[in-house]
């Protein structure tokens, strides 16, 4: 049997008690396979069989709204002791880290620091007091203020909700001209929940800021007290034409002096937000100007990056971020090397509906493919591709280098698999969505 110490400094035996806040199935999976009992606090929206099956606990509750869930997590650690409180999932991180300091399970700054990288308005305003690089920034607040950013910060400039996901929302200014349609966008969505993909969102503000040229990254990275350790650096394939991402690949093909940088320019944005243990996951861009961080998150990435780590660097993240939250892993001693290459290439298509979906078996029975998907079937409706929860399908590859793993992902999703659309504007039936947040 284990011993647990808790924080009244009674001695607990038996399995340690995690609470875990939301999340997909993985989670629940990784954090049962340390031997944890898991009083699990999930999302109507977000439940599922597995769950249901394999939770010890299970509480089915708005995570969400700090005055339910507050309550529902007091009475779970009354009765069954708690010794962890856990989240990988977006939508889980602030209440996770509010309920950890709320029960005395760690420094009492987690939610601070959380919410800081949570909020894009907040994380620019601290950055920008700390003396890091960062676009101008503002808060939309009237018609007049996209007007008046416009003409300080230039065109184009970006309007983003401060804490939503996936890109939700997301909306470029080119000119002038542009402000009475992105006025319209804002004010149909601010004060609303998310309506596609996820429900767990509220949009409750908007952010302008400044537009950040130059490839945009990631950096996957775990801390320790504070000693953070890169694991991998992340390229992303994208479209200047809309806000979805279409891929990944990694290891990023970069010059070693610019991976260096982008490294640590990570680095002192972790310190100075201050990230000091566990998972996270930092867009940034190499701009003409040098490293800038777009925004970061304290979990592992979405969009399948834990699967392109673990096959190209033989790191499981999530495991490794519920065995650490558990004090059974030992800290990395530096950035590990990759064995391989691996990329993720999302399916899109042309907007209409869908006439034929072929050639799915063919691609997931290669050897080389990990991974494929996707949520369509004939008669389905393709949106326009704004955001992530537009793209109809998924191809993770494994490869020997960077240039053939992406070169593969391209051959297989817009070759081997065929979908086709035709336009019809009339039809109204929408998709299946893919899993694209963590």
């Not at 939301?22 to 629940?28: C, F």
């Not at 701009?287 to 392109?308: D, F, Y």
Request: net charge negative; aromatic share 6%.
């Amino acid at each position: 049997m284990n011993e647990v110490r808790t924080e009244r400094n009674e001695v607990r035996t038996g399995p340690p008690t995690v609470l875990l806040v939301g999340g997909i199935d993985t989670h629940l999976d990784r954090v049962k396979a340390q031997g944890a009992r898991v009083v699990l606090l999930q999302h109507p929206d977000k439940l599922t069989p597995y769950q249901t099956s394999n939770a010890d606990v299970l509480l089915v509750v708005d995570y969400t709204d700090w005055d339910t869930v507050r309550p529902f997590a007091e009475a779970a650690r009354a009765v069954y002791g708690v010794d962890v409180v856990f989240s990988l999932t977006e939508g889980g991180l602030n209440p996770a880290a509010r309920l950890s300091d709320l029960f005395g399970l760690g420094d009492g700054q987690r939610y601070e620091v959380s919410r800081r990288l949570r909020d894009k308005w907040l994380m620019r305003r601290h950055l920008a007091v700390h003396g890091l690089p960062t676009p101008d920034a503002a808060p939309v607040t009237d018609r007049e203020s996209l007007s008046t950013f416009g003409a300080v910060a230039g065109y184009p400039f970006i309007v983003k909700p401060t804490s939503t996901t996936a890109g939700f929302g997301l909306l470029r200014a080119d000119s002038p001209a542009d402000l009475d349609r992105v006025w319209q966008r804002v004010t149909e969505l601010l004060g609303g929940r998310t309506d596609r993909g996820s429900t767990l969102f509220t949009v409750d503000g908007f952010l302008m800021e400044g537009h950040v040229d130059g490839p945009e990254f990631s950096v996957e990275a775990f801390s320790f007290a504070g000693r953070h350790v890169v694991v991998a650096v992340t390229e992303k394939l994208v479209d200047d034409a809309h806000f979805a991402e279409l891929g990944h690949a990694l290891p990023a093909r970069l010059s070693p002096a610019d991976r260096s940088e982008l490294v640590a320019a990570v680095e002192r944005f972790l310190t100075v937000m201050g990230v000091s243990d566990g998972p996270s996951h930092t867009e940034i861009r190499l701009s003409s100007q040098g490293p800038v961080v777009i925004e970061s998150h304290n979990r592992v990435g979405g969009g399948h990056l834990a699967e392109l780590v673990r096959h190209a660097y033989g790191i499981d993240l999530n495991t490794y971020a519920a065995a650490w939250a558990l004090g059974r892993a030992e800290e990395l001693p530096g950035e590990p090397v990759a064995s391989a290459a691996a990329c993720n290439r999302y399916v899109v298509r042309e907007p209409g509906t869908v006439t034929a979906v072929e050639g799915l078996d063919e691609v997931a029975a290669a050897d080389d493919v990990l991974i494929a998907q996707v949520s369509v079937r004939p008669g389905d409706t393709v949106r326009p591709l704004r955001d992530n929860w537009d793209r109809i399908g998924c191809v993770v590859v494994r490869a020997a280098d960077t240039d053939e793993a992406v070169r593969r992902c391209e051959e297989l999703t817009r070759h081997t698999l065929r979908i086709e659309t035709a336009a019809d504007p009339e039809q109204a039936v929408l998709v299946g969505e893919l899993d694209t947040a963590a």
